[in-house]
Nanobody
């Protein structure tokens, strides 16, 4: 069984920064999972934010956050991070980390919810103008 625990959410002013962390625990090693971050605003669907493959250099981003957010992973700490810079009010949402246990291509990180089979509980991020 896999558990994902997010931390680091909170409030920020527009233009500010926050970093989310997601700590993994499970029987199989963290390094064998591709990881992703998604977000869900009130009344809206959960959408892709960023993903990182088995290869930590393989990342992808939603167009809305590219250049502002950075995803990274530290396999020694079983943790994936989402650094969020130049935050905007429209970034306000609950952020979820997710794990893909079927990842085989080290360079691939999925962008669809259906590609991820484990989810954290979510962490609220609120950005005020």
């Amino acid at each position: 069984q896999v558990q994902l625990v997010e931390s680091g959410g909170g409030s920020a002013q527009a233009g500010g920064s926050l970093t989310l962390s997601c700590t993994f625990s499970g029987r199989r090693g963290f390094s064998t999972y591709a990881m992703g971050w998604f977000r869900q605003a009130p009344g809206k669907e959960r959408t892709f934010v960023a993903g990182v493959g088995l290869n930590a250099d393989s990342t992808r981003y939603a167009a809305s956050v590219k250049g502002r957010f950075t995803i990274s992973r530290d396999n020694a700490k079983n943790t994936v991070y989402l650094r969020m810079d130049n935050l905007k009010p429209e970034d306000t949402a609950v952020y979820f980390c997710a794990a893909d246990s079927y990842a085989h291509d080290p360079t691939y990180a999925g962008k669809d919810k259906e590609e991820y089979d484990y989810w954290g509980q979510g962490s609220q991020v609120t950005v005020s103008s």
